[in-house]
């Protein structure tokens, strides 16, 4: 883990140790170097229902053997049984019967059920489900469930599509590198990831007589298409080659 500077704690709440080791487990998390048995895993449930119901479309083409889908259930259910915020927006009730009556159900019976619950774990409402457990495990100093929010926060977070280092950047600046931080500055960083996209523009500038090589490397690559020519401005020429929708700047 990378060492982090002390923190000056404003108020006198009892959210202190807390909120500094949320801070320090977002660290440790999301630091590059990180040794990979303190980093966040790469599936949650989400993930592991939509893997599902991939190598099941496969299995029943004929592409690969149905005995993949194994390890893959087995995973499921142990999420099942770990995943509270999953759980809510599944159904407790059904969930349960799931795990119980896994063994006795045939392959399409397993693949209807894990369909219905992909579609009913929508991502930004479990994002938000998780902030407010947190929040909750931290109020009630709840050190493990701190940690487990926080490694289940990230790993949704990656899922929908937030990359590590913008939520490192983020961290970085609204926690670590002020003078001083509070619980609300906390929940204030926390509610940075809305789960929605932004619009960009990816726009490269070139000086002039380099254009037309521009011109020419757009019309060679496929995926880079330049959509419109904007006039010069100060001298300079600039070009939009895309336009994308991410939840990362």
């Known amino acids: 883990m990378k060492e982090i500077k002390k923190f000056d704690y404003v108020g006198d709440d009892g959210y202190r140790e807390n909120v500094i080791f949320a801070i320090q487990r977002l660290d440790e998390l999301l630091f590059l170097y990180t040794k990979d048995s303190y980093k966040a895993p790469i599936y949650n449930l989400k993930a592991l229902l939509m893997e599902y119901m991939e190598v099941y479309k496969n299995a029943k083409a004929g592409i690969i053997d149905e005995k993949h889908l194994e390890p893959i259930g087995e995973e499921i259910l142990w999420s099942l049984q770990k995943d509270e915020e999953a759980k809510i927006l599944i159904g407790n009730g059904a969930g349960s019967a799931f795990i119980t009556k896994y063994g006795q159900m045939n392959l399409d ?9 992909n579609y009913k774990i929508d991502k930004e409402e479990y994002v938000d489900l ?110 939009l080659y895309k336009r994308m929708k991410l939840h990362c700047q």
């Open 109 to 117: 019976e397993k693949y209807n059920v894990i369909k219905l619950f």
């Open 130 to 239: 998780i902030k407010k457990s947190l929040i909750k495990a931290m109020m009630g100093n709840e050190k493990s469930k701190i940690d487990e929010k926080l490694v289940r926060l990230v790993v949704a977070l990656k899922f929908i599509g937030y990359e590590s280092r913008y939520i490192y950047k983020m961290l970085y600046m609204d926690l670590v590198r002020p003078k001083q931080i509070s619980f609300e500055e906390f929940k204030l960083f926390l509610n940075r990831f809305d789960c929605k996209q932004k619009k960009y523009e990816l726009i490269v500038v070139q000086e002039k007589g380099v254009l037309d090589c521009c011109l020419k490397l757009g019309q060679i690559l496929d995926d880079i298409k330049i959509k419109k020519l904007i006039p010069k401005i100060s001298q300079r020429n600039y070009v």
